[in-house]
């Protein structure tokens, strides 16, 4: 047998090991054909189609084969490089490690006054995202939908940390009050203030 086909032969045998043994490489090349809609074209022009793209893959592999072993980037890598990503992550992490030394409790333990309404009772939360995922919860006792803006912060005499101030009103704009919320504790409160109640998940 000559050199020339003897290297032909190898080369398309590692090219067709490559396709049937990776299954990246297997998942990538099914794909190419659903990609193009076979299912709406006669069985000539699909049977023409895979026999081109077969033959192209066995013939161009070595292009082929550095995105097929390239590791395939997740969504955590892409947002990774956001910079918006970073320091939202930086700061969640910060509040983390604040968090570690809060309360585990539905009130902060030395609250007193009316829970949530009171600088001296706010409503212990989980981080700055849990005081958002607290308040998403919150409707009127009456079952009525609010809305809430964050108003400012300030001292408290039951915590090192600042207390965050959020105005609440209905969906018609008026005012329902001031709720207090301590984001630096390990979990979120499972109490509504007075006057409010979790809107239902059932």
């Avoid at 043994?21 to 054909?33: A, L, M």
């Avoid at 509040?95 to 902060?108: H, K, L, P, V």
Wanted: net charge negative; proline share 6%; aromatic share 10%.
């Amino acid at each position: 047998m000559p050199v020339w086909l003897s290297i032909a032969m190898a080369y398309l045998t590692v090219g067709l090991l490559i396709i049937l043994v990776i299954p990246r490489v297997r998942r990538e090349v099914v794909g190419s054909f659903k990609d193009v809609g076979l299912d709406r074209t006669p069985l000539w022009a699909t049977c023409l189609f895979g026999c081109l793209i077969s033959i192209a893959i066995l013939l161009l592999w070595p292009l082929f084969l550095p995105s097929w072993l390239r590791k395939k980037e997740s969504i955590m890598d892409e947002l990774q490089r956001d910079p918006k990503f970073k320091q939202q992550k930086l700061l969640f992490d910060a509040m983390q490690e604040m968090s570690a030394n809060g309360c585990d409790t539905d009130e902060i333990p030395g609250g007193h006054g009316e829970f949530g309404h009171d600088l001296s009772n706010p409503i212990p939360v989980k981080t700055i995202f849990g005081s958002m995922a607290y308040l998403a919860r919150l409707q009127t006792a009456d079952g009525d939908e609010i809305e809430y803006q964050r108003i400012g912060s300030c001292s408290s005499p039951v915590s090192d940390n600042p207390v965050d101030s959020y105005a609440i009103s209905d969906m018609h704009g008026d005012q329902l009050g001031t709720l207090y919320l301590s984001p630096y504790h390990k979990r979120n409160s499972a109490k509504t203030p007075k006057g409010f109640a979790f809107v239902s998940l059932s």
